[in-house]
């Protein structure tokens, strides 16, 4: 059975650092690894997606890469922000195409 | 464009009580989904519908949750006799095909339920 772990579950960093949220899944039969950004009172929004043939992939300050023969993938994100705070979700999509299996997540806070 | 809509935002009920929670997708969008978010945990599928096929409800915690699409758009999840453990947060999302590697979700800002 398909298990995605977060660690850590809070995090908070000074403005300008860069920083690394972890995730790790037991199966590696993943079809792709999405992170997600989940902001109170909002919906999630999805950041980055990694094919399970792709090793990073890299949105602004953000880089995400997916090592799926150790189950983890990592979010890099460069030069934090306040506005960075948020809870950081990733997912991974199993064989069935459509369901995706969550971490807890990890919360973020970048103090200013 | 409009993205995915719910409500209400908030709902309070008694125990015991009949709930219903509304979705609008993303207009064209053919695969919708409900998750359920309890305090500090990942989401949790419940439920998945995709065009006219026979939805996937396998996530479905009890009999007491049940959903419909209508008219392959708006859907509705209803909670019947909720007990304080259904009090989560219930989020939808719609995608524009329920398959492929490069399908991306989208979600609304989900229903906060609390059972009292």
């Known amino acids: 059975k398909q298990e995605v772990t977060q660690i850590p579950a809070a995090l908070s960093v000074p403005e300008g650092e860069n920083l690394v949220l972890n995730c790790s899944f037991t199966?590696?039969?993943?079809?792709?690894l999405q992170w997600f950004r989940q902001d109170p009172g909002k919906g999630l929004t999805s950041l980055l997606l990694?094919?399970?043939s792709q090793r990073e992939q890299t949105s602004g300050r953000l880089n995400a890469s997916l090592d799926k023969s150790s189950g983890r993938s990592t979010l890099y994100i460069a030069a934090s922000q306040p506005g960075d705070s948020a809870t950081y979700l990733c997912?991974?999509?199993?064989?069935?195409?459509?369901?995706?299996?969550w971490g807890a997540g990890t919360k973020l806070i970048i103090k200013p | 464009g409009a993205g995915v809509s719910q409500s209400p935002s908030n709902k309070v009920t008694e125990k015991g009580k009949d709930v219903e929670l509304r979705c609008d997708p993303i207009?064209?969008?053919?695969?919708l989904y409900w998750y359920r978010q309890s305090l500090g945990q990942g989401l949790e599928f419940l439920i998945y519908?995709?065009?006219?096929?026979?939805?996937?409800k396998s996530g479905l915690p009890s009999d007491r949750f049940s959903a419909e699409r209508t008219g392959g758009s708006v859907s509705t999840l209803t909670i019947q006799r909720t007990q304080q453990e259904d009090s989560a947060v219930y989020l939808c999302?719609?995608?524009?095909?329920?398959?492929?590697?490069?399908?991306?979700?989208?979600f609304g800002a989900g229903t906060r339920l609390s059972v009292l």
């Open positions: 999302a719609s995608s524009p095909s329920g398959r492929g590697t490069k399908n991306i979700q989208y």
């Open positions: 207009s064209g969008h053919t695969a």
């Open positions: 519908f995709q065009g006219n096929s026979a939805p996937d």
């Open positions: 199966d590696s039969a993943i079809y792709n």
């Open positions: 990694i094919q399970s």
């Open positions: 997912a991974v999509l199993k064989d069935s195409n459509y369901q995706l299996i």
